[in-house]
């Protein structure tokens, strides 16, 4: 047998299982035809809650450390 033999036996056998298997997607919609919405949690954008969320930090950071001072935790050398 030669090698275009060979390659068209090859060609035949693949044409033939991809005909068979492929499944049909005509009612998926595309990811394009959707339509995406700018995300906001609790009316912020993603800026404004991270400035949020450094000054929350900060607060209950001091407010800790004045407890642990009032209850003398921890005391000033």
Do not use: C, W, Y
Not at 12 to 33: G, H, T, Y
Request: no cysteine.
């Amino acid at each position: 047998m030669t090698s275009r033999g060979v390659d068209d036996n090859l060609d035949d056998i693949r044409s033939n299982l991809v005909e068979d298997e492929l499944p049909m997607f005509d009612d998926v919609p595309s990811p394009a035809a959707q339509r995406v919405e700018p995300k906001r949690i609790f009316g912020l954008t993603a800026g404004e809650r991270m400035i949020l969320s450094i000054i929350f930090f900060i607060a209950v950071s001091v407010l800790s450390v004045a407890l642990l001072f009032i209850t003398n935790t921890i005391v000033i050398p």
